[in-house]
């Protein structure tokens, strides 16, 4: 069975080291954030998340939720309950989400290392509380008074959680394709119908009421996405005092079976002239929806970041204790039968690949996550919109790549057990398996592709890279003089140059060819993260080298930032020449020749 410990050691070097959270948030006004607090907040979720919900994940799997048909019920694995209500009980629902509701009020740069801890533990639990966050900042930003009078508190509390239902058969990725329908009833409210599938804790029994965000159309509402609203249908009906009344009409009728994350339920939910409440303005639920969405972006990024994490873990111990064949150089434990395979240069390249892609992706995402504190609250309105530039360039970047990374992460880990990552003994297929789904909801990496490339760059002028890459600048101009660190200093502004110049260059292709937005935009994607983990890995050494850290931890950065630089970074290469092909490639072969 795969483990968990929390990577504590790293998590605080990348928050208080390198993000230098403590006085980010002091300037922000988050006066109870101090190291104090955030370290006992930290050690205090490690300690649930390795006793309490990492020991369910494997029963999670194992046995999945089950669906009762006859009343549509849907019951949770043994023991998720348990956890839930601890969870509850502990106020961790709440952690970053305003104290007048009810929540702690922490930054969300916090909360997003609480997350990554979490997801680790158990992806598939994660995912109840996940969207309820979600739910809490859609309603906070575009909710009436009263709905956040009455919603607010017990989806903050963790009592009810929330649901996002977007998805129907003939609408995923397009949501102008989007049927279910919304009906003004005389009292206010609106009658929903419709289908929605892969509803993610649609049903369950961890709480007495689930409150769904549903987009659908009203009668008078233009075709396409512009004519989408956004509704609060709660499972229990809610009247506008609070009071909760009978069942509303809403109803999951089957549960999906599939590939990983067993004890999360993806449901089928059907509306059946359920009560609802608009949110917002009409035809606007999409700009409220991209609320929550954003937020729900990040934190499947983290979840990627989560499951790399834990394999990598579990890969090295491993990778220590296995005894097979000999070091090429002659044996380095001559009196074992053989040498850890740790020894072996390909076992290395895997787990170094996780290493670098993990700690350095945890960087990226932590401060993506500072990010949404300071685009909130920063006092000066130039450094706010800076800080909501940069966040809206660095969420599909997350999203996508992180994911992708995890994939590719628990794989090189499964690969590391050889034959026994393969059965699921040690637990390595199933982090595989789970890790699968992050790279499809919330947007398949090919949208965050185009999130990025087409809106985050073209549309806005490169607003977010702008800034990104006047934190290299400064970052390299900091350290040019720094001998030690030239060898991650040179590169990384070449790199940078290299990016802004190939951002011009698509987009003066794309203004007279728009296929090569599409062409473009994957290899851009990665383009992009591969130079942003450049960034963290140069000031990651940069920090460490200053700290009083131990010597091993400043190998662990240092080696680590050159195994980056040699053998990862310069997959920008291929990425570059992908760009620079154009869309020829993919579009010139005729549609039937592809079987031909
Ligand atoms: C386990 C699970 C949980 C989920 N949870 C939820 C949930 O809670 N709420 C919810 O509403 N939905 C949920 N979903 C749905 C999920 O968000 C969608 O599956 C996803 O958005 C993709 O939609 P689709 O499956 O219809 O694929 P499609 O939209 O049919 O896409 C198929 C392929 O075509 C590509 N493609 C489509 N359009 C374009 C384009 N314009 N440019 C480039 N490529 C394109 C996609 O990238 C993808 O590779 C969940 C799905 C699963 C499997």
Redesign the pocket.
């Known amino acids: 069975m795969s483990t968990y410990h929390a990577p504590l050691t790293d998590i605080r070097f990348a928050l208080h080291d390198v993000l230098q959270v403590e006085p980010l948030f002091a300037s922000l006004g988050f006066e109870d954030a101090g190291r104090e607090t955030l370290d006992a907040v930290l050690d205090e979720c490690a300690r649930l998340c390795e006793t309490v919900l990492a020991p369910l994940n494997r029963i999670g799997d194992e046995v999945g939720v089950r669906f009762d048909k006859a009343t549509g019920a849907v019951t949770t694995p043994t023991g998720f309950k348990d956890a839930y209500d601890q969870f509850v009980e502990g106020g961790w629902t709440g952690i970053s989400a305003p104290v007048e509701f009810g929540g702690m009020g922490l930054p969300h740069g916090i909360g997003i290392c609480l997350e990554e801890m979490i997801d680790a533990a158990n992806l598939a639990w994660s995912n109840f509380p996940l ?1 309820s966050h979600g739910a809490v900042n859609a309603l906070h930003h575009h909710g009436e008074d009263w709905q956040k009078d009455v919603f607010l508190k017990p989806l903050v509390a963790g009592t009810w959680t929330g ?5 129907e058969p003939q609408c ?3 949501l102008g394709l989007l049927k279910t329908r919304a009906e003004p009833q005389a009292d206010g409210s609106y009658a929903i119908t419709g289908t ?1 599938i ?3 804790a649609g049903e369950h029994d961890l709480t007495d009421n689930i409150i769904h965000l549903v987009l659908a159309r009203l009668p008078d509402a233009p075709e396409g996405s512009r004519g989408i609203s956004l509704f609060i249908v709660p499972k229990m009906q809610v009247g506008r005092d609070g009071s909760v009344g009978t069942r509303n009409a809403v109803r999951c009728g089957a549960v ?1 079976h ?1 590939m990983g ?1 067993h004890g ?1 339920a ?1 449901c089928v939910m059907n509306f059946d002239g359920a009560q609802g409440y608009l949110i917002g303005q009409p035809h606007k639920g999409l700009m409220a929806m991209f609320t929550m969405m954003n937020t729900a972006r990040l934190g499947v990024g983290i979840q990627g970041l989560g499951l790399a994490t834990r394999a990598y873990e579990n890969a090295l111990r491993y990778a220590r204790e296995r005894l097979q064949s000999r070091a090429l150089s002659g044996a380095k434990l001559p009196s074992k039968p053989a040498d850890p395979i740790l020894v072996q240069p390909d076992v290395r390249r895997m787990l170094l690949t996780c290493k670098a892609l993990t700690e350095g992706g945890r960087l990226l995402a932590y401060h993506a996550g500072s990010l949404v504190d300071s685009a909130a609250h920063a006092q000066d309105p130039l450094a706010r919109k800076q800080a909501d530039d940069l966040l809206g360039f660095l969420t599909p970047i997350v999203k996508g790549c992180l994911t992708e990374w995890g994939n590719e992460c628990t794989y090189h880990a499964l690969q590391c057990y050889g034959g026994h990552g393969y059965i699921a003994e040690h637990g390595m297929e199933q982090l595989a398996r789970d890790a699968r ?1 992050t790279t ?5 990496t ?2 965050q592709a ?1 999130d990025l490339m087409g809106r985050k760059t073209m549309q806005l002028q490169g607003a977010g890279l702008r800034v990104f890459l006047g934190m290299i600048e400064t970052f390299c101009t900091t350290h040019a003089e720094d001998v030690a660190l030239a060898e991650f200093v040179v590169p990384l502004r070449a790199k940078a140059a290299e990016w802004q110049q190939l951002t011009r260059s698509i987009a003066e292709r794309a203004a007279a060819d728009p296929e090569e937005i ?1 062409a473009a935009a994957h290899d851009y994607l990665f383009f992009s993260g591969y130079v942003a983990l450049a960034y963290w890995w140069a000031r990651s050494v940069a920090v460490a080298e200053a700290s009083a850290r131990p010597e091993t931890f400043k190998a662990g950065k240092r080696e680590t930032a050159r195994f980056y630089f040699t053998r990862i970074l310069p997959r920008t290469l291929g990425h570059a020449a992908a760009i620079a092909s154009g869309p020829a490639s993919l579009l010139s072969i005729p549609d039937d020749a592809l079987d031909s």
């Open positions: 969207l649901t996002m239902c977007l998805t995923g990725t397009d929605k892969f509803i993610t999906e599939k994350i999360s993806t789904i499809l909801y919330e947007g398949t090919g949208i185009l599409g």
